[in-house]
């Protein structure tokens, strides 16, 4: 990374513009004793811990995340992902181990003891969207863009790729308090986009957003990626989480409960499968009274007129539902058989 | 362009462009400023006191009291009648009145008078009753002023009449004085030949007496020269007779003794002729001697008379004498009380042609009270400029530095911002600059307005005042930020910047001279930051000072603004952080 004519890869540049020879030395010799855990990494989350008012948000936390990687942190609400995503930016200061991050030069630095050269590194779309509603899109991507050190014709080819990978690009000089609520999402990403980041980092992006914007957004997500940007999602929406991100850690009381990809989890933490039931009476008390006798369902729940059943033998519980169904002259509209989900292995995991 | 400048010009075309967009906010803190300039350039363009009320009571009105009321009247005074004093006086303490004039019963110009103006005034209106006071002596002093100026004139009239009139007089005055000399002159004239004139009647010195002797000697004289006439005479003819004996006696000749008697009877007839005229002579010197007799004894009547007469005359001589006399001595006295009378006049002339000052207008105010200001006259707009910009300056400060920081600090970028590489102090800088340039801006349009009302008075020390707008900017948008940084609601902040604004004010002299507070607060109030700039700008505006002569004020200024500028930086550094991140864990 240059800055003012600085490269802050290089020690002897960095010691040349005045920063303690100690902090240079000790900041390079930190990255070669971390060097082991970084490698491949885009980003190494070291121990680290983070309290409020006596209060452990997180404890001991650490990460690696590959470069590239579409990483997803899920959790209870108040678990501390926004807190984590911060300490990831630097914004704030933990209390006990650091944020490492590799440069696009591929050196490794240090979030905690050099905060301002690895702003340029990160995007971050928080989860409500940061950029100024009395400026018109470009306005606010010109803006940044020019913080973050660029070029006007580079801030015009930028503004114009963005708007268009966020397709804004009609809305281009409408102020963006007047977008919709999806739209600013989108101009939030664009905006931490703006600076060409290595690593992108989204606080819960499809809040607040209908399923259908949810999808776009995740596409939009999806391309981000495919330009090589590393992508970390904070997200309480798990099966978003479980469809579009390669690895996922769950976040439960301060501490990574689990990191690993989708699968990985739900392998660990679920044995059940997920039957979906809809019937014609909608009414579902007397197959769960049968049910309940053969002791063949785990859970079950209600959700969007569905009943939701979890069972470990699938097969038998097909078989029982149909009898029981047409025992109490009910039809079956519609019947689903589905893997366990990532929510319901977090859920696990959580209980 | 380095970074720090590039990011400088970056966030200062952000926070306009936010200003602008922000219609409330432009409206109040960019127009606002505006429009209290332009209505103060309109309210404040003139020097007079419109719209007092004033009330009036008399007992009785009256053509004088009527023409003062009228005065006030056209003079744009608000004036209401009351029926009672009382009334009157509760009227200003029900705010319907600014003051209340009582004229005194028989309020009228006569001898021997003096009128009587009483006023009550609203001492708890501080501002306005120094204007009302000076408005309403200011019409008194007019009117009074009027009718002393009316007497006056009588007065000098008539005086010049006089003068006038002495002049005009003077000629005759010396004629009668010349005439009375004159006739002075004459009667001493008179009365020395009077007292030349001998007025000694010496009856004997006629002679009368001797005159009879005289008479008597003569007529004896005559009677005895007839005597001796008669006697010749008769011996003329006894000559002749015995010639004539002695003729015929001789021998001549008949003839011859014819012719000799022929002779002597011719001689005879001759002597008797003659003694006929003797006789004639003496009768004729008898009846001349009687006549003559008669006439001397007239005479003697007469001078008897005359002696009488001429003692009469000396009596009215010797009278007539002194009545000249007294008659001079009264001319002398008469002469002397002209010639008084005349250098009465001549004084009384001479002391009216030496009044120099004849005009009324002089007479009753020989020493005009000219109240001249330090500089030219002026509209009360000149005179209030240097605080009214400093206020407007410092509330727009006091108001947009808040906003702009407001406006950042509420603004979802808020947190983008943080994330950018820009050091905090571009921030800082690059809020102040907006501050600056909008308020310059601000100030040139104020100026342009101002010069509406100033003429080019202005411009003589321009250059000062532009240094000076630029330090005065400078010291109230840090002093705007510390506030904008200090709260964390536009609420609050508004508050807060009205609230220092006001004391500002209020330790200043715009309410109550700071000369009226207490030395220890006088002290404080000296360091107002408003006061200091009002006073340097005062002084580079009106009085086209250099700044360098006020080095104290402008080294307190510098001060200021560098303690302000410390003071902003301490608290955006302790307060940026805490700020985003209290709205961050907000919304998280």
């Known amino acids: 990374m240059v800055d003012d004519g600085i490269d802050f890869s290089n020690s002897k540049d960095l010691i040349k513009a005045g920063w303690p020879k100690e902090m240079v030395n000790e900041h390079f010799n930190t990255n070669v004793q971390k060097s082991s855990s970084l490698i491949g990494s885009a980003i190494y989350i070291d121990n680290i811990s983070k309290s409020f008012n006596n209060r452990p948000v997180l404890s001991n936390v650490s990460l690696a995340i590959k470069p590239g990687e579409i990483f997803g942190i899920i959790g209870l609400s108040g678990t501390g992902k926004t807190t984590l995503l911060n300490l990831i930016v630097g914004f704030l200061e933990p209390d006990a181990g650091d944020v490492v991050v590799k440069t696009p030069e591929g050196s490794n630095v240090s979030v905690l003891k050099f905060p301002e050269m690895i702003k340029s590194i990160f995007g971050f779309s928080t989860q409500y969207p940061s950029f100024y509603s009395k400026l018109t899109l470009k306005e606010n991507l010109a803006y940044f863009g020019e913080l973050f050190g660029l070029k006007q014709g580079e801030i015009y080819e930028r503004t114009n790729e963005l708007l268009r990978l966020v397709k804004l690009k009609a809305?281009?000089?409408?102020?963006?308090?007047?977008?919709?609520?999806g739209m600013q999402k989108r101009l939030d990403i664009a905006c931490a986009l703006i600076h060409k980041p290595n690593i992108l980092l989204l606080d819960e992006p499809t809040a607040d957003l209908d399923p259908l914007l949810r999808r776009q957004m995740w596409k939009i997500i999806k391309d981000i990626n495919k330009k090589g940007t590393t992508v970390i999602v904070a997200s309480h929406f798990i099966d978003e989480i479980e469809h579009y991100c390669s690895k996922v850690a769950v976040l439960n009381k301060g501490i990574i409960s689990f990191e690993g990809s989708s699968d990985d989890i739900k392998n660990k933490y679920t044995t059940n499968f997920e039957v979906q039931l809809r019937t014609s009476s909608g009414k579902y008390e007397y197959l769960l009274q049968e049910l309940a006798k053969h002791s063949l369902v785990a859970r079950n729940k209600m959700l969007d007129g569905k009943l939701i059943l979890y069972t470990s033998t699938p097969k038998k519980l097909l078989s029982d539902l149909f009898k029981i169904v047409a025992k109490h002259r009910d039809n079956v509209e519609s019947l689903d058989l589905a893997k366990p989900s990532l929510k319901e292995a977090f859920e696990a995991l959580v209980q | 362009m380095n970074k720090f400048m590039r990011n400088t010009v970056t966030l200062v075309k952000k926070n306009i462009r936010l200003l602008i967009r922000a219609k409330a906010s432009a409206l109040i803190v960019i127009l606002g400023p505006l429009l209290i300039i332009f209505l103060a350039g309109l309210a404040f363009d003139n020097t007079n006191l419109y719209a007092v009320k004033v009330g009036t009571f008399s007992e009785k009105y009256n053509e004088l009291s009527n023409s003062f009321i009228n005065r006030l009247s056209e003079n744009q005074f608000k004036v209401t009648r009351f029926p009672e004093e009382e009334k009157c006086r509760s009227a200003i303490e029900r705010g319907e009145v600014h003051t209340c004039v009582v004229f005194s019963p028989d309020f009228t110009m006569a001898k021997d008078k003096s009128n009587e103006l009483s006023f009550y005034i609203d001492y708890s209106q501080i501002n306005l009753v120094w204007s009302v006071l000076n408005a309403m002596t200011e019409e008194v002093t007019e009117k009074s002023m009027e009718l002393s100026r009316n007497l006056t004139t009588i007065l000098v009239n008539a005086l010049e009449y006089s003068s006038d009139q002495v002049r005009e007089k003077r000629p005759a005055l010396i004629n009668l004085t010349t005439s009375n000399d004159l006739v002075n002159r004459r009667i001493t004239d008179i009365s020395v030949r009077l007292e030349e004139v001998s007025?000694?009647?010496d009856p004997s010195a006629f002679g009368a007496s001797d005159l009879s002797g005289q008479k008597g000697k003569v007529k004896h004289w005559v009677d005895a020269s007839l005597n001796l006439g008669s006697q010749a005479i008769n011996n003329a003819r006894s000559f002749v007779g015995n010639a004539n004996d002695v003729v015929q006696a001789s021998s001549m000749s008949g003839e011859q003794k014819q012719s000799l008697k022929d002779l002597f009877e011719s001689a005879v007839d001759e002597i008797n002729t003659i003694e006929g005229k003797m006789g004639d002579t003496a009768e004729l010197a008898e009846s001349q001697f009687s006549e003559l007799t008669s006439l001397i004894d007239t005479l003697i009547g007469?001078?008897?008379?005359?002696?009488?007469?001429?003692d009469q005359i000396a009596v009215a001589h010797d009278t007539s004498l002194v009545e000249l006399d007294d008659a001079k001595s009264a001319l002398d006295g008469s002469l002397k009380n002209l010639l008084d009378v005349q250098r009465s006049l001549n004084n009384i002339d001479n002391i009216i042609r030496s009044i120099e000052v004849k005009d009324p207008e002089a007479v009753v105010q020989p020493i005009v009270t000219n109240?001249?200001?330090?500089?030219?006259?002026q509209s009360y707009l000149n005179y209030i400029f240097p605080s009214l910009i400093v206020m407007i300056i410092m509330f727009t400060a006091l108001l947009l530095a808040p906003t702009l920081i407001l406006l950042e600090k509420k603004s979802p970028a808020h947190f983008r911002n943080f994330m950018a590489p820009v050091n905090g102090f571009?921030?800082?800088?690059?809020?102040?600059?907006?501050?600056l340039l909008l308020l310059i801006l601000q100030s040139i349009i104020i100026l342009a307005i101002a010069t509406i009302f100033f003429s080019s008075q202005l411009f003589l020390g321009i250059h000062y005042t532009i240094i000076l707008l630029f330090l005065t900017i400078s010291l109230f948008s840090a002093i705007g930020m510390i506030v904008g940084y200090l709260f964390n609601s536009e609420e609050t902040a508004t508050l807060g910047a009205?609230?220092?604004?006001?004391?500002?004010?209020?330790l200043s002299d715009v309410l109550i001279p700071i000369e009226s507070m207490p030395s220890w607060f006088m002290s404080i109030a000296e360091l107002n930051p408003f006061v200091v700039c009002s006073d340097l700008l005062r002084s580079t505006i009106i009085y086209n000072l250099s700044i360098f002569g006020l080095w104290q004020k402008l080294?307190?200024?510098l001060f200021s603004i560098v303690i302000a500028a410390a003071v902003v930086c301490g608290i955006y550094y302790l307060s940026r952080h805490k700020s985003i991140y209290k709205k961050f864990k907000k919304k998280s």
């Open chain 2, 555 to 557: 080294i307190i200024l």
């Open chain 1, 171 to 181: 809305f281009e000089n409408t102020l963006a308090g007047n977008l919709s609520g």
């Open chain 2, 302 to 310: 007469k001078i008897t008379q005359t002696k009488a007469q001429m």
């Open chain 2, 426 to 435: 571009t921030y800082l800088f690059a809020t102040f600059v907006t501050c």
């Open chain 2, 199 to 201: 007025l000694d009647f």
């Open chain 2, 371 to 377: 109240i001249k200001p330090v500089i030219s006259e």
């Open chain 2, 498 to 506: 009205i609230s220092l604004g006001s004391i500002f004010l209020f």
